[in-house]
């Protein structure tokens, strides 16, 4: 099942709650919460109170993406906040058995993200853990990226080692998602869309969701 997860990096904030429910209007089944620290990633987003407020303004599940280092100190604080899915990074986290326990142990869904430079290999100890895996098709910090094409190689890999070994995790990607380069990532196995400009970058997100939604799902009907 093809979802949508906008993104509200690229939402304006002065009108948040009214944005994240035009993109559920239009079929967004997830919303995603990009938190950056301004230490792993270059830029400065949200913490926690901005979460909490989320929270009240839509039943759909937060999908709270930690792009921070140490993000242990702050895992139970996000649980506590309202997230439901939470993921880290394989690249912050020194101990990432123990953060994705940490995550679970707080009664969300831990999932992993790799960054464009890091090889699918690296989680071969973690995939039997993880509920989803988020493949970083641009580099983390800022939205409105160009994607990067390996990123459909990454997600292939990912599909075929969950078939062969039996696996439940689901794959989810994130960064310079549109209308043109939806249908190769669905198409290699990419099952949760994270959306930000396409969304909520120009004209109404209501339809620029079902436009991206409705080009995804045609193109599982082609998917060999």
Known sequence: MIELAPSILSADFA?????????TEGGGTVIHVDIMDGHFVPNLTIGPPVVKSLR??????????LMIENPDQFIPEFCEAGADWISVHQEACV???????????????????INPAT?????NEVLDIVDYVLVMS????????KFIPGAVRKIRRLADLRSERGLSYRIEVDGGIAL????????????????GNAVFGQGDPK??????????????????
Not at 138 to 145: D, E, I, K, L, R
Not at 207 to 221: G, P
């Open 15 to 23: 009108r948040l709650a009214e944005q994240v429910q035009s993109a």
């Open 56 to 65: 009240k303004a839509t039943e759909l599940p937060l999908d709270c993406h």
């Open 95 to 113: 101990h990432l058995n123990r953060t994705l326990n940490l995550i679970k142990s707080h009664g969300c869904v831990p999932g992993v993200v």
């Open 119 to 123: 090889p699918v290999d690296t989680l």
């Open 138 to 145: 641009v580099n983390p910090g800022f939205g409105a990226q």
């Open 180 to 195: 043109d380069t939806v249908g190769d990532v669905v198409r290699a196995g990419a099952e949760i869309l994270v959306a």
């Open 207 to 224: 339809i620029n969701a079902q436009k991206l939604l409705k080009t995804a799902v045609e193109a599982t009907l082609q998917k060999v």
